[in-house]
């Protein structure tokens, strides 16, 4: 059975006063209502980069003209590293990279058509099918594998997907 598709051809960029009105919005958000942060760590670090923090509610605010400090500090690119630099992804400019993503419950069987629950060796096999794929290159881990305790799941993840590809792994 052949997919349908989605209507195409309606996209519209933004315009500059549409652009304007979201960025108004989100610096009235950053300074008026801010936003959670669980670090104490990196809670610290935004007062000390001129931020009100509220440690017990874990909120973090900063007026626009600072927020708008810190965005123009930011690089323009950010290195992606992977286990052989050969596989170092560059962001930024007009480069374009793909790669997995969301983290599957269940994986689906064709010899059975039939769904089961993700597996440990289900994140290992797409590991190594996205290492000898050129045209994927970043691993963001896609699957949970549902026989792993919760408290050590993510250690586990991460561990099967650096076991088996050199590209960037994130989580």
Known sequence: MMRK???GGSYKPLTEDAISQ???TVMRVIEEIGFEVNSDTARELFREAGAQVDHEKRR???????????????????????RDEKHDILLGGN?????????????YEP????????TLEDL???ARLVEQL????????????NEIPVEHIDANRFFAGLSNTAKHVMG
Do not use: W
Request: proline share 8%.
């Open 5 to 7: 598709g989605l209507a």
């Open 22 to 24: 979201i960025h108004n």
């Open 60 to 82: 973090v605010r900063l007026p626009r003209e600072r927020a708008l400090e810190l965005i123009n500090t930011a690089p323009s690119e950010v290195r992606l590293c992977g």
């Open 95 to 107: 480069r374009v990279y793909a790669g997995t993503g969301g983290t599957a419950l269940y994986i």
């Open 111 to 118: 010899d059975t058509d039939q769904k089961r629950p993700a």
């Open 124 to 126: 290992r096999r797409l």
């Open 134 to 145: 050129d045209n994927i290159h970043l691993f963001m881990l896609p699957t949970y594998p």
